[in-house]
């Protein structure tokens, strides 16, 4: 029967292989029975290899160090956005293979999943190893059977897109939240790797919110709500749709700094455009970034302070911030943290949309290897 231990020893693998029993056996607090005896499923179906024998030094005694074997099929990572999905073609370690960028429109069901089912099309006629799993991200809640609860940036509610997907496709799809899988990406291969706890905060059309605590992401059905969407920030800021005054969203959301320097302009102006006009000194403009800049810098303190892990992961679309502003970032974020505690430590992950549908490639290698080993 499947348990979390299996599911720890298999990300562990996923995450770390190749690596040697004992490291492994430290890591989840395992006896070597115990790891011998949680291995074998996944050994038995071949879904781990292990590998030549090479003698460890210290003791010389031979080891053999597990890894996930290399030819378990190739993945498919894809990001919905509110207009386009952005995928990747992965092998069973997340690397990419290819990559594609399909729009559709409207932003129905059918839309969606006829543009997910041509990429998987797209995808099998050239994966080296045939697909055997297919994961979707996207902005809002789902829940474990591959159900969209609500997703505000396609307009849905109770959209049972995985099921769907599946029988259009006969392949296992495993659907999750975005900022969940990116999340996950950041912390087996991304930005995060090798730090056993940070905070995720994405910015871009939205503003996300993640965890990694003790080596493991954070994974509770408040995970997808986007709880980091409406944090205040900012009492004398612009208001957000709903009504909060200077809220994340109102200040760091390309949408709601578009809006503040359009109001002003009189004209529409687009993220891209809004960043260079602040360059070139737009008063307007430089208004608008540098209170985004103390906003963001605001978020990430609170974030390392009530997390208690003070390395914080910036990702998502809306890194062009990060790069016309780091200084008052950094400086925003210094001034809001006890001088006692350790300096926040600001990573930057600026992969932009190829690292969210990585995300999702990552949650379906993940969800094959446990579903293949029972
Ligand atoms: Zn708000």
Request: charged share 20%.
């Amino acid at each position: 029967m499947l348990t979390e231990s299996h599911e720890a020893l298999a990300r562990e693998v996923l995450i770390h292989g190749p690596i040697g029993r004992s490291a492994l056996g430290r890591r989840l607090k395992l006896s070597p029975a115990s790891l011998t005896r949680l291995a074998k499923p996944f050994l038995e179906r071949g879904l781990f290899v292990e590998l030549d024998e090479e003698s460890n030094g210290a003791v010389g005694r031979p080891v053999r160090p597990l890894d996930i074997a290399p030819d378990l099929g190739s993945f498919a990572g894809m990001k919905i956005t509110g207009d386009a999905v952005y995928a990747v073609l992965t092998d069973a370690r997340a690397q990419i293979i290819d990559e594609r960028v399909v729009d559709f429109a409207p932003k129905t069901p059918d839309a969606v999943i006829a543009a997910l089912s041509s990429i998987v099309s797209a995808f099998s006629a050239i994966a080296p190893a045939p697909l055997v799993g297919i994961g979707v991200s996207l902005g809002g809640a789902v829940d474990d059977s591959g159900r969209v609860i609500r997703a505000p940036f396609l307009d849905w509610v109770d959209v049972a897109l995985g099921p769907s997907l599946s029988s259009a496709t006969g392949l296992a799809v495993t659907v999750e939240n975005d900022v969940v899988a990116l999340v996950e990406a950041e912390r087996w291969f991304g930005a995060g790797r090798g730090r056993s706890g940070f905070s995720v905060i994405t910015i871009g059309a939205g503003v996300g919110y993640g965890l990694v605590v003790g080596g493991e992401a954070v994974h509770t059905r408040e995970a997808g709500v986007g709880l980091g969407g409406h944090v205040p920030l900012d009492p004398t800021g612009p208001l957000c749709p709903e009504g909060h005054r200077g809220c994340s969203s109102a200040l760091l959301t390309s949408i709601g700094m578009c809006a503040q320097v359009r109001a002003a302009l009189g004209r529409p102006v687009d993220y891209d455009e809004l960043l260079s006009l602040a360059v070139a000194g737009d008063p307007v403009a430089t208004a608008v970034v540098e209170a985004a800049a103390r906003g963001l810098g605001r978020m990430i303190a609170l974030a390392a302070n009530f997390t208690m892990q003070p390395t914080v992961v910036l990702a998502g679309d809306g890194m062009g911030l990060w790069k016309v502003t780091a200084p008052r970032i950094r400086a925003a974020a210094a001034a809001d943290r006890d001088p006692l505690a350790e300096p926040v430590e600001i990573l930057v992950d600026e992969a932009g949309f190829r690292a969210w549908a990585r995300g999702a490639a990552a949650v379906a290698i993940q969800a094959a290897v446990t579903r293949l080993a029972f």
